[in-house]
């Protein structure tokens, strides 16, 4: 008698997660294979989900060109596969959907085969997604928008115009008011009157950032006014720019700008009380 094949529930692999955030839509992970390929059996997944291997020769049976490069591949809710890891060792980033809201934002334009993505612009949102998840402060916006962006590359493509759409300018126009406040993609969505997965891409394509870029943009243009206009100590201008906390502001600065707020802070012309110039020392490390 044929063993029943194994049905992964919604975010689990065959790995162990070294890292995982539960987002509203989206879980994320970055995880360590546990199994051998010659343990891995045909199974299915009950969510719909993006594997990109970021370590190890991986297999996929699913559609489309044998290339050079990372595997990327997506696969619906409930398709059979066996895919795996040649050899011990690998590691895979997993983005699941909720096979819900994936029939709900795709509206029936989802591929119904596993499919191998190997364009360009798929490959750089995977990869600007494992980047973001590993790094210590990653913006859930950030995290959700480029999980949609990966998305959009599973479905069929939308036709957009020559020139920027009016939604844009509404998206922008409430980051600019709202950048201090929690901000999710569900909200810029709603605001602009588009859908999720079309705000993603359409953020990519007119601004060349996602929308978690653009929200980090707008905290740092306004840490960095602060800075040189005001006296607070940096730790109040990082919760007043709306990030965590001093330590956050101070890697986001020196990766943006190459110093840290202190240090630009002097270079303006101001003179931070001792307080602020340690983030110099200690918390930009």
Known sequence: MTAPRTAFAPGRFYGAPTVE????????????????????????HDDAHFVLATHGRYETTAWGPDTEGPVLVYNPPGVVHRDRFVEAG???????????????????????????LT??????????????????????????????????EALAPV???????????????????????????????RVAGVHPVHLARGYRRWLGAAPGERLRTR???????LLMHGRAPIGEIALASGFCDQSHLNRQFRQAYGVTPGEFARLCGRRPDVSCVQDDTRAGA
């Open 21 to 44: 955030r539960r987002l509203p839509g989206v879980r994320l992970a970055h995880l360590a294979a546990t199994m051998s390929a010659e343990h891995v059996d045909e199974h299915s």
């Open 90 to 116: 690998g590691y895979f980033l997993a983005v699941s959907f909720d096979a819900g809201d994936w029939r709900d934002f795709s509206d029936g334009r989802g591929a119904i085969d596993a499919l191998r």
């Open 119 to 152: 364009g360009p612009a798929a490959r750089r949102a995977a990869l600007r997604l494992t980047r973001s998840l590993l790094s210590a402060d990653a913006e859930p916006l950030s995290l959700e928008g480029l999980s949609l962006e990966l998305a959009a």
């Open 159 to 189: 036709r957009d115009g020559d020139h920027p759409p009016p939604w844009l300018a509404m998206a922008e126009s409430y980051l600019a008011d709202a950048f201090d406040q929690p901000i999710g993609v569900a909200d810029l969505a």
């Open 219 to 225: 905290r740092l243009e306004r840490a960095a006014d």
